[in-house]
């Protein structure tokens, strides 16, 4: 099964981190602050001082809370509060647009069949995703083809796209073969490119993620990849194949990386429980309980704004945003998509 990860640094009414979403009219991409220091995202040039916060709250058990108001809530821009909201609205995505991405690497080995599994449960369960919005993207390991030729190593695969469910497509998941190095961040950035190119209007792109987080030969780095998966506004559900005790330098950048999208951080067990369940239906729990708000930009402060949504009322609840953006005089604002 999956358990969720909880450090024990955390305070307990942000005990997760999830998406921030500055949106305006004009946007372009131009840069990004190191991982290892922060999950800063890319900056997009704007004229408009609102800022858009999409987000969601759960209860002391963890589960995702569908009936909220503006009164629940306030949010602290930079040690300012803030409530009096321009607009509070739910999320009007309604639909996913969910990217697998496994890892086949020799480092995950010993877990491979069972991830394989669950990427089959995962694929094959849900029917309320048409299988149009689905895809399953690989890399390390091999595969072969219909003509006895072995794809995969260093560049990552398209599995299969819109057409997941078909039988040829799942001959050609059960053909896959552990083994090889590790290009993760290499990855990150070719399934955020398609996920940039087959997004559909009106529904929230999320990339599913089978790794144990360790790098051992990309070309680009952890903040590159960071990059682009802040550029593509996808959340990452990323699920550690290590299931390690300790923590390693792997199962911190999935967890960084979750945490900076909105996404969620699992972490794999073994036991009769249908773990694909678990991962789909967080993903589809949390689009459900997704909440819009917008505000003036409370400051004009040059720098790093902090941002924090607390509980007003019930202090049992906790919120899960962004927890900052970059302003720049002149309308420049960092933040995602």
């Known amino acids: 099964m999956f358990a969720h990860y909880r450090t024990a640094y955390w ?12 949106t305006y009219p004009s946007a372009a991409a131009v840069s990004a602050e190191d991982t290892n220091v922060s999950s800063g995202p890319p900056t997009y040039r704007s004229t408009v001082s609102e800022v858009r916060v999409t987000f969601f709250a759960t209860d002391e058990n963890n589960h995702p809370l569908e009936t909220l108001t503006q009164s629940d809530f306030a949010v602290v821009d930079n040690e300012r509060v803030v409530r009096n909201f321009r607009s509070f609205t739910h999320s009007d995505e309604t639909s996913l647009d969910v990217v697998v991405l496994v890892d086949l690497s020799e480092s995950v080995a010993p877990h491979f069949r069972v991830a394989m599994s669950d990427v089959l449960q995962l694929v094959a369960r849900e029917q ?7 895809a399953v993207l690989s890399f390390g390991g091999a595969f072969g083809g219909t003509s006895g030729e072995t794809f995969g190593g260093l560049r990552p695969a398209i599995l299969c796209s819109s057409s997941c469910r078909a039988a040829d497509s799942v001959a050609k998941l059960l053909a896959l073969k552990g083994g090889g190095t590790t290009p993760l961040f290499d990855a990150l950035i070719f399934a955020t490119d398609f996920i940039s190119h087959h997004r559909r209007a009106g529904s929230r792109p999320v ?8 790098d051992t030969i990309s070309q680009h ?13 996808a959340l990452i559900y990323s699920v550690d194949m290590g299931a390690r005790e300790n923590q390693t330098r792997g199962s911190m950048f999935l967890r960084r990386v979750s945490e900076a999208t909105g996404g969620r951080y699992f972490s794999l067990r073994f036991s009769q429980h249908d773990s694909a369940a678990t991962v789909l239906d967080a993903v589809l729990e949390d689009l459900r309980a997704s909440y819009v708000v917008t505000y003036d930009l409370p400051s004009r402060q040059a720098g790093f704004h902090s941002l924090r949504l607390l509980p007003t009322h019930n202090l049992n609840l906790t ?7 970059e302003y720049e005089p002149g309308g420049h604002l960092m933040g995602d998509r």
């Not at 942000?14 to 979403?21: D, E, F, G, Q, T």
């Not at 919120?319 to 953006?325: I, L, P």
């Open 128 to 134: 309320s995703i048409p299988d149009d919005n689905i």
């Open 221 to 233: 780095s952890s903040r590159e990849a960071l990059q682009a998966v802040l550029g593509a506004g």
């Open 11 to 22: 305070h307990p009414l942000l005990a997760l981190v999830a998406l921030l979403v500055l």
């Open 207 to 214: 990339m599913i993620l089978f790794s144990d987080g360790d």
């Open 319 to 325: 919120f899960h945003s962004r927890n900052g953006y």
